[in-house]
């Protein structure tokens, strides 16, 4: 349905996952809820002779982040290795809190100190 | 569907989308489909130095659900145009 990627058939892709993940992969087919089949799925920063992490897979739609068409100029392939080893870990898309328990703990023991409060004033 | 409306409107403009991965890539729209997912063309990442992956990427399809923010720059909407438009739909709703 959506023909938004019918472009990037048959083509390389570098794809992002929701959990951080990128790789390089051809995408050999989709659907309307952006799943996706993928062939040949490569490492992003490997070259694209190197090792197969795997040769078929589908990969659930509420997992892609992005899409993107490889067109690697001269040369820049050579180059990836070097990139990727200054590349940072992409986030991943849950924007989660770290000691988010901790947050909400203090603020149950403010809110329980203010009813106690309120409590007192109405004696 | 106002807001499939408003991007389609957008097409062919510069904007800049941070990703819910705080990854911020600035591009040309080029298509919009009903769930929001956008195409843009011609990208660069703002921190290309931290996030180098997409080098030797142009062309990008982005799923819409993992979209936070679209940086638009003021004179690309018409919002008293976008407030009718608003108050139609919402009218339109309720019959």
Same mark, same amino acid.
């Given at each position: 349905?959506?023909?938004?990627?019918?472009?990037?058939?048959?083509?390389?892709?570098?794809?992002?996952?929701?959990? +951080? $993940?990128?790789?390089? /992969?051809? *995408?050999? #087919?989709?659907?309307?809820?952006?799943?996706?089949?993928?062939?040949?799925?490569? !490492?992003?920063?490997?070259?694209?002779?190197?090792?197969?992490?795997?040769?078929?897979?589908?990969?659930?739609?509420?997992?892609?982040?992005?899409?993107?068409?490889?067109?690697?100029?001269? +040369? $820049?392939?050579?180059? /990836?290795? *070097?990139? #990727?080893?200054?590349?940072?870990?992409?986030?991943?898309?849950?924007?989660?809190? !770290?000691?988010?328990?901790?947050?909400?703990?203090?603020?149950?023991?403010?809110?329980?100190?203010?009813?106690?409060?309120?409590?007192?004033?109405?004696? | 569907?106002?807001?499939?409306?408003?991007?389609?409107?957008?097409?062919?403009?510069?904007?800049?989308?941070?990703?819910?991965?705080?990854?911020?890539?600035?591009?040309?729209?080029?298509?919009?489909?009903?769930?929001?997912?956008?195409?843009?063309?011609?990208?660069?990442?703002?921190?290309?130095?931290?996030?180098?992956?997409?080098?030797?990427?142009?062309?990008?399809?982005?799923?819409?659900?993992?979209?936070?923010?679209?940086?638009?720059?003021?004179?690309?909407?018409?919002?008293?145009?976008?407030?009718?438009?608003?108050?139609?739909?919402?009218?339109?709703?309720?019959?």
């Amino acid at each position: 349905m959506s023909p938004l990627l019918k472009e990037y058939l048959r083509q390389r892709v570098v794809i992002v996952t929701t959990s +951080g $993940e990128c790789f390089t /992969a051809t *995408l050999e #087919g989709f659907d309307r809820s952006t799943n996706l089949v993928l062939a040949d799925i490569r !490492d992003r920063f490997a070259s694209q002779d190197g090792p197969v992490l795997s040769s078929v897979q589908v990969l659930r739609g509420s997992e892609v982040v992005l899409v993107g068409l490889y067109e690697p100029a001269e +040369g $820049e392939e050579a180059r /990836a290795a *070097l990139l #990727g080893a200054k590349a940072a870990a992409i986030h991943d898309t849950k924007n989660k809190v !770290d000691n988010e328990h901790l947050i909400w703990k203090a603020v149950g023991e403010a809110t329980r100190h203010k009813t106690t409060k309120r409590r007192k004033v109405g004696e | 569907m106002l807001f499939f409306s408003f991007f389609k409107t957008l097409v062919d403009q510069e904007v800049v989308v941070q990703l819910k991965n705080d990854i911020e890539l600035k591009g040309t729209l080029q298509s919009v489909d009903q769930f929001l997912n956008l195409k843009l063309d011609n990208i660069s990442c703002t921190d290309q130095e931290k996030y180098p992956h997409l080098v030797s990427v142009r062309n990008i399809f982005i799923r819409g659900s993992t979209v936070r923010y679209v940086y638009l720059n003021k004179n690309m909407v018409d919002t008293n145009l976008l407030q009718d438009a608003t108050r139609r739909e919402a009218m339109s709703e309720r019959k």
